[in-house]
């Protein structure tokens, strides 16, 4: 198992401005993603964090709107520009043990954000 | 597009009830995983059922994976208000899908 930090846990937001997401694992991890889950909703997947590259995006998602970083095996942030009141939802980080995208994930506490 | 589909949507039964939790797909996957969130943490995983028929126990809670792969359940016996939560399935197939999940409320 994993332990995984995110700051912060929660934040109100004015509409326009940017909020940088932190996640922490307390130890190295291949496989690293970044889901929204929306009030009352199940999981999307935004992005994989991929180490030393770009962050690999799902359909709906961009970068422009939602940059992410990888510097290293243990540390991610995703950064939620410009936000809009649609934007108000639960961001969590996640990892897997595994070098794949479908094994079995760990999560962070989430980081709710409400945008105004 | 891989659709999971999880029944019943909202779920409140008294303390000492059974209950079964549903998890549908038209989609073959290769695994299933279940998942508990509760309010202000992230979701947990339970079980992985990777075999077509698999049943799985964990203390209340028994899993079954369809024998064509293509769905799943949840059933709870003797339901405590510990089991609280949202509950999410997940498929395995090129990628994790995650299902539209079942809020799950027992009133003690």
């Known amino acids: 198992s994993a332990v995984i930090s995110q700051k912060p846990s929660r934040d109100i937001c004015q509409r326009g401005t940017s909020l940088t997401i932190q996640c922490q694992v307390d130890?190295?991890?291949?496989?690293m993603f970044w889901y929204r889950q929306q009030p009352g909703q199940s999981l999307t997947l935004i992005a994989t964090?991929?180490?030393?590259?770009?962050?690999?995006?799902e359909s709906g998602f961009v970068i422009d709107k939602f940059p992410i970083s990888r510097p290293n095996l243990t540390f991610s942030t995703l950064t939620v520009s410009n936000m809009s009141p649609e934007d108000s939802s639960i961001y969590l980080c996640?990892?897997?043990?595994?070098?794949?995208?479908?094994?079995?994930?760990?999560f962070g506490e989430g980081s709710r954000l409400t945008v105004l | 597009t891989q659709l999971l589909e999880q029944s019943p949507q909202f779920l409140s039964i008294q303390e000492g009830e059974n209950l079964t939790v549903y998890c549908n797909s038209s989609s073959v996957f290769s695994s299933l995983q279940w998942y508990r969130q509760e309010p202000g943490e992230g979701p947990v995983l339970l079980v992985t059922?990777?075999?077509?028929?698999e049943v799985k126990k964990l203390k209340r809670l028994t899993f079954q994976f369809g024998d064509a792969r293509k769905d799943s359940s949840l059933h709870i016996t003797a339901a405590q208000p510990g089991d609280t939560g949202l509950y999410l399935c997940a498929g395995v197939h090129a990628k994790l899908t995650f299902g539209t999940g079942t809020r799950l409320t027992i009133i003690p």
């Open positions: 059922v990777v075999t077509g028929g």
């Open positions: 130890s190295q991890v291949t496989m």
């Open positions: 964090a991929n180490q030393g590259s770009e962050a690999t995006y």
């Open positions: 996640s990892v897997s043990g595994l070098a794949y995208r479908t094994g079995e994930l760990f």
